[in-house]
């Protein structure tokens, strides 16, 4: 079974235990205060397996299938069964680095909370367009546009969500799991700056 799969299944599982369990919710969720005040530093890990809804969770499963399955691909042809490792651990790793902006900005804060695979999903998003920036990406199904430009959109909708706040969903875990994913990326195969560059080298908006 994919790494891919595995990680969508945990998320559906641990999210609906959690919606039906008060007490694991707040348990789980990214608190920085309880993080720095109590030293819960699962809630790094926890927090990025619970989402806040339904939709919440549809959203960020289905861009984890869409862009998971094929850096999974990619990583297995590039580095063989040790791609699965390097792999997770780039989810795993991008929902612990994105959280560490809002836990020192939050720490002090007893009533911020945040949740979501946004971080580990950003991660792999971003490391796709590293791969293939021109590669087209349809928005249901109608409007087509390169990758890079998608990513480009992304981050600016979560810098203004970020901004605006007020749905527990950490906004800003988009922006640093996305540069955190292309840092990853580059640091296990260089090799992606050259991919990266020659294709743009051909860019085209439409």
């Given at each position: 079974m994919s790494v891919t799969v595995i990680l969508i299944a945990i998320n559906v599982i641990l999210s609906l235990?959690?919606?039906?369990?008060?007490?694991?919710?707040?348990?789980?969720?990214?608190?920085?205060?309880?993080?720095?005040?109590?030293?819960?530093?699962?809630?790094?890990?926890?927090?990025?397996?619970?989402?806040?809804?339904?939709?919440?969770?549809?959203?960020?499963?289905?861009?984890?299938?869409?862009?998971?399955?094929?850096?999974?691909y990619i990583f297995t042809t590039i580095f063989g069964s040790m791609g699965l490792i390097i792999y997770a651990a780039m989810f795993l790793l991008g929902i612990i680095v994105a959280d560490i902006p809002t836990y020192l900005k939050h720490k002090e804060h007893a009533y911020y909370n945040a949740l979501g695979a946004s971080g580990g999903v950003s991660s792999?998003?971003?490391?796709?367009?590293?791969?293939?920036?021109?590669?087209?990406?349809?928005?249901?199904?109608?409007?087509?546009?390169?990758?890079?430009?998608?990513?480009?959109?992304?981050?600016?909708?979560?810098?203004?969500?970020?901004?605006?706040?007020?749905?527990?969903?950490?906004?800003?875990?988009?922006?640093?799991?996305?540069?955190?994913?292309?840092?990853?990326?580059?640091?296990?195969?260089p090799e992606v700056l050259i991919l990266f560059f020659n294709q743009l080298k051909e860019f085209s908006l439409f």
């Amino acid at each position: 079974m994919s790494v891919t799969v595995i990680l969508i299944a945990i998320n559906v599982i641990l999210s609906l235990y959690a919606w039906n369990n008060t007490h694991i919710m707040n348990k789980w969720i990214f608190n920085p205060y309880s993080v720095n005040k109590y030293k819960q530093y699962y809630r790094f890990i926890t927090s990025g397996f619970i989402h806040n809804d339904t939709m919440h969770l549809i959203f960020n499963m289905f861009v984890l299938w869409m862009f998971g399955k094929n850096i999974e691909y990619i990583f297995t042809t590039i580095f063989g069964s040790m791609g699965l490792i390097i792999y997770a651990a780039m989810f795993l790793l991008g929902i612990i680095v994105a959280d560490i902006p809002t836990y020192l900005k939050h720490k002090e804060h007893a009533y911020y909370n945040a949740l979501g695979a946004s971080g580990g999903v950003s991660s792999i998003l971003f490391s796709f367009v590293l791969f293939a920036p021109n590669e087209p990406l349809y928005l249901y199904g109608i409007i087509g546009l390169p990758g890079l430009v998608w990513a480009a959109i992304y981050v600016a909708y979560s810098i203004y969500m970020g901004k605006k706040g007020g749905d527990n969903i950490n906004h800003d875990a988009h922006l640093w799991g996305g540069l955190f994913g292309i840092a990853f990326t580059i640091g296990v195969y260089p090799e992606v700056l050259i991919l990266f560059f020659n294709q743009l080298k051909e860019f085209s908006l439409f």
